[in-house]
């Protein structure tokens, strides 16, 4: 999170100099490649500093709410951004009970995976390896995605909508005259979904931690397969 929190900016600013499919491509790769490592390190260090990088060279998310818009009629705008955040749900239920049943394969499933296996060595490699190969396959994919930059036109009905709503034309027109930092209406915006992925965030780390922690210490001594199942239920 401290990575995409400083670079996030940056690769917005890319994705509208040089498009946005070289940065949806190039995260995606940044995920086959840094995602696979994680699975492979061997000390804490290795494990912190592949996701920071990962972190750090994922752009990918404004980009693809930006891509969401520029293929949809007007009117679809806010269906295409809801498809976005209904397919980012999916990963969060997919996601963790893909990591849970996953990890430690060679304990969960020892007629399959040998501790003498590189899946036994790196116990959660498995889970890793998988989102890398699905994330390849996206990859792949991404050679049929057509550039949208600077190649979406208003239509002449939205034009004229905007132009019959005199009142709303120096509202709508000031944000592109000031800097995001004096719109307030985006300002206000930001702070609400901020507090939303502070709360989100905070719920989901301490949950996992509470949940994995011994009972004498208050937690409650679930293993890696259980947390997952919780979190993709939640």
Request: glycine fraction near 8%; charged fraction near 15%; proline fraction near 5%.
């Amino acid at each position: 999170m401290i990575g995409r929190a400083f670079s996030a900016i940056f690769w917005g600013i890319v994705a509208d100099r040089i498009g946005r499919k070289p940065v949806i491509v190039f995260s995606i790769l940044s995920v086959v490649i840094f995602n696979t490592l994680f699975g492979l390190s061997t000390e804490y260090w290795m494990a912190i500093a592949t996701r920071l990088v990962l972190g750090s060279l994922n752009g990918l998310l404004a980009p693809i709410k930006a891509y969401a818009i520029e293929v949809c009629q007007a009117e679809h705008h806010a269906l295409g951004l809801s498809v976005v955040n209904t397919a980012w749900g999916f990963g969060l239920v997919i996601g963790p009970a893909l990591g849970g049943y996953l990890a430690q394969p060679a304990e969960k499933y020892p007629q399959i995976f040998s501790k003498e296996s590189v899946f036994g060595r790196f116990p959660y490699f498995l889970p890793c390896v998988a989102v890398s190969l699905l994330a390849a396959i996206v990859l792949i994919s991404c050679i049929w995605m057509p550039e949208t930059i600077h190649k979406h036109k208003s239509p002449e009905k939205d034009i004229q909508k905007v132009k019959a709503l005199p009142s709303e034309q120096s509202y709508l027109d000031s944000p592109r005259k000031k800097s995001l930092l004096q719109n307030w209406p985006w300002m206000s915006t930001m702070v609400s979904y901020c507090f939303f992925g502070l709360h989100d965030t905070a719920y989901s780390e301490i949950l996992s931690l509470w949940a994995v922690s011994d009972r004498k210490y208050g937690g409650l001594s679930f293993s890696s397969e259980d947390i997952g199942g919780v979190l993709a239920v939640l």
